[in-house]
């Protein structure tokens, strides 16, 4: 069973879009899905309209709780609280607490596949744990001169942990927010492509999409009101190759 984190260590590249997106195809597949929104601020758990929110706290604390409702058929959550950033202060420096997120978890792959985690866009314990937890790491990045910056400081975050011994997976790094109308954006996704190299997503890209706004205010994945965009498709690209069995299951 797999744990699927979705990290920048920059706001505003298509994170939580991503997160959502991924979990509603595969609710669409049938199969069981976790969300896990890690962020103070709690876009994901407002995105889906989750019962309760908490549950993410509660997990690191090392509280059994039972995930919750949204209001996407198919997609449990536990959701985000102010509490988190509470965790981010006052734990940080606790012995084996960047270890927490995946100790909690083990009950729950038993249960769910893929467990999805979405992710502050800062340096810190949250963030730290998801990475630790990780069976797959997937890094938005918009296509924009000033994103790569985010995308250096994630991709130097995770060499660190594996130089200490963390068994983070290599970044598959998803280019977002592509205005193809803009040459900067195409010059972005070339040093992209040159500086990362295989660790693009060679599967398509995320471009601007007004129906990405849509979605998030109509509290729906993307691939359930858009299903045939560009979008879309690249997203579901993306599932299978996390996801191989889910070809089968389409």
């Known amino acids: 069973m797999s744990v699927w984190t979705v990290a920048n260590q920059k706001g505003g590249v298509g994170k939580t879009t991503t ?135 994630l991709m130097r975050t995770v060499e660190m942990m594996r130089k200490a011994g963390a068994g983070v997976p290599e970044p598959i790094i998803l280019p977002t927010l592509m205005d193809r109308r803009v040459r900067i954006s195409h010059e972005t996704l070339a040093e992209m492509r040159k500086r990362w190299g295989a660790a693009v997503f060679d599967g398509g890209v995320v471009p601007m999409d007004t129906r990405i706004r849509e979605a998030a205010r109509d509290g729906r994945p993307l691939n359930t009101c858009a299903p045939y965009r560009h979008a879309t498709a690249t997203y579901e690209a993306l599932f299978e190759r996390l996801h191989p069995s889910s070809s089968e299951a389409a």
């Open 19 to 153: 997160a959502v997106t991924l979990a509603g195809i595969a609710a669409e597949r049938g199969f069981p899905c976790l969300l896990i929104d890690l962020d103070p601020h709690a876009s994901a758990t407002h995105y889906l309209r989750a019962e309760a929110a908490g549950g993410a706290e509660a997990l690191l604390r090392g509280t059994p709780t039972e995930p919750c409702a949204t209001a996407v058929p198919g997609i449990r959550m536990l959701g985000a609280s102010a509490g988190l950033a509470a965790i981010e202060r006052q734990q940080g420096a606790a012995q084996g607490m960047g270890r927490r997120l995946a100790q909690g978890l083990a009950p729950l792959r038993t249960r769910f596949d893929p467990i999805i985690l979405d992710t502050p866009p800062m340096l810190g314990t949250l963030l730290v744990n998801a990475l630790a937890a990780a069976d797959a790491l997937i890094v938005p990045v918009q296509t924009d001169p000033l994103a790569l910056h985010g995308l250096e400081g």
